[in-house]
């Protein structure tokens, strides 16, 4: 059975930091793309950042600069260092693992405001 675990979300002022982690079991981690995507109340899941089996990364333009994706395959994790986060930022965060098949976590609250 896949799960993805995420964890780290919470409530931070404008300009605080947050690390989610995602933790992966069921599949072979190594193998497998990470994202990590977001959803704000009434609009679309979009993705916030990627990074492929091989390491190669990508951010959505909003995050450029601030968000940083890593991953540690010896633990089946994937991380996002979230910096200078600002209120636009508030989002419900789903981690992903795609390769044939997409799977996705529960998803984690996070939430920017004085």
């Known amino acids: 059975q896949v799960q993805l675990v995420e964890s780290g979300g919470g409530l931070v002022q404008p300009g605080g930091s947050l690390r989610l982690s995602c933790t992966a079991s069921g599949i072979s981690f190594r193998f497998y793309n990470m994202g990590w995507y977001r959803q704000a109340p009434g609009k679309q899941r979009d993705l916030v950042a990627a990074?492929?089996?091989?390491?190669?990364?990508n951010y959505a333009d909003s995050v450029k600069g601030r968000f940083t994706i890593s991953r540690d395959n010896a633990k089946n994790t994937v991380l996002l260092q979230m910096n200078s986060l600002k209120p636009e930022d508030t989002a419900v965060y789903y981690c992903?693992?795609?390769?044939?098949?997409?799977?996705w976590g529960r998803g984690t609250q996070v939430t920017v405001s004085s």
């Open positions: 990074i492929t089996a091989g390491g190669k990364t």
């Open positions: 992903n693992a795609g390769l044939r098949t997409q799977y």
